[in-house]
DNA sequence: TCAAGAAGATTGTCTGACATTCTTGCAATC
DNA sequence: GATTGCAAGAATGTCAGACAATCTTCTTGA
């Protein structure tokens, strides 16, 4: 009769998530820009040691999700306006060239996907949990990304939406701006149902540049 | 009067840039693609202990110039061709971009800086050095991104060509691909030199597609 | 009030260690 | 003879502890 069988089940492999729980808090604002990341207290709430800990940073350094000043240690960047802007800018430019590839090669099952995700922000969009706003929209996105047939595409545009997650937070709290981004949405959507390239193309552009103006007047009145 | 001044100028910054090394060594190909790298070996070549190596390790992974696979360790990925087409794919639209916004917004002082690059890599065109056209290459396109007004765009861009440098050193020693490339840069320099922005497009569009078949070529002989 | 110095905190790095997992070569069996 | 199984070695994943270098902050003195 053995004991005590799978007690702990896969012991070695939660260490390695620790670059996932890291990522995850800063994606949920946890950490304000600017503030310092101290290794020993990040070590002590997360139960693993420095080396580990040290390892996970520097993922997250090359992710541009962090930043580690030598003799200072790690912090957030704070999002400058004109980074936030050249972000935005090359998003479009990938994000347009992914809805126009989806629109011509998306599975009807992936569609349903992308119908279901589109009903998820519906949902989202009509409560005031804007986690769940961004969290679902991205599901959005990501599923176009996932059916442009170009992962490098998908992966590069990941680590950008990453990078502007805190912002999407403050910009989908707007008056409004939820229920419009819906509407925009939901015309991509209509868009890539179609198979009609151009148009999807010119719709994701449109919502894009929606997206960067709520997320310029949210800075603007944040700071 | 101070015995011994700068006696080890900067001791720690030099462990820190263990990634730049490794970088380096990568993109010479001092490595061959699917080939294991053994910590224990790289501490003792690089001097420094296993946890600095692992931070930097992690870094690379990020960068995806290296793979870590659970308990078997990094190693160089093997870039298929789907992948490296892709890649390929992305480059373009980023890097067409940047040659039309460079067009219309570069300084004199960067264009003679641009020519002076292209001037560099007609003098490696010439030779039979593959990595010193790769690198010159690589100096022109870098002005071009970094006078396109968007720091993100250059950015990614250098993070996807150093994925696929491997490659670029085979493509150029193909016969005379090296000429004609010169040819087509010519091009682009002209164009941006004009100011024409439309024109900057195209002919760097037609450089990427004349690369793009290039590397095919060289992989389809290599392999 | 402001500047210089000292104490504390934090990072950068190392050594050494150990359990887990993978690899490889050898032996035993069919 | 080929295949399977096992065992030894190698390599990774992770940790603890330590120490110098550097930064921050607070105190003290001019």
Redesign the pocket.
């Known amino acids: 009769m053995p004991p005590d069988l799978n007690l702990r089940i896969s ?6 998530e620790t670059v996932d729980k890291l990522r995850l808090a800063i994606f949920s604002g946890l950490f304000q820009p600017g503030s ?5 207290q990040l070590c002590a709430q997360l ?9 996970a940073l520097r993922s997250l350094e090359a992710e541009r999700l962090i930043e ?7 912090s957030i960047p704070s999002l400058s306006w004109e980074v936030a802007t050249a972000i935005y800018e090359v998003r479009e430019l990938l994000e347009v060239e992914a809805a126009g590839r989806c629109a011509s090669r998306i599975s009807p099952e992936q569609l349903r996907e992308l119908e279901k995700s589109l009903s998820a922000f519906e949902e989202a969009a009509s409560s005031n949990d804007s986690l769940a706003q961004v969290m679902t929209a991205a599901d959005f996105y990501s599923i176009i990304l996932a059916n442009c047939g170009n992962p490098i595409l998908e992966e590069v545009h990941r680590g950008l939406v990453a990078r502007i997650s805190f912002f999407r937070g403050r910009s989908m709290s707007l008056e409004g701006r939820a229920q419009s981004s819906l509407a925009e949405m939901k015309e991509i959507f209509e868009c890539i149902a179609a198979g009609d390239e151009k148009a999807a193309r010119k719709a994701s552009k449109n919502h894009l540049l929606k997206a960067k103006a709520a997320a310029k007047m949210s800075m603007d009145s944040e700071m």
């Open positions: 012991p070695r492999t939660v260490q390695r310092r990341l101290i290794e020993s139960g693993i040691s420095r080396p580990s800990l040290r390892e580690i000043v030598p003799n200072r240690g790690p």
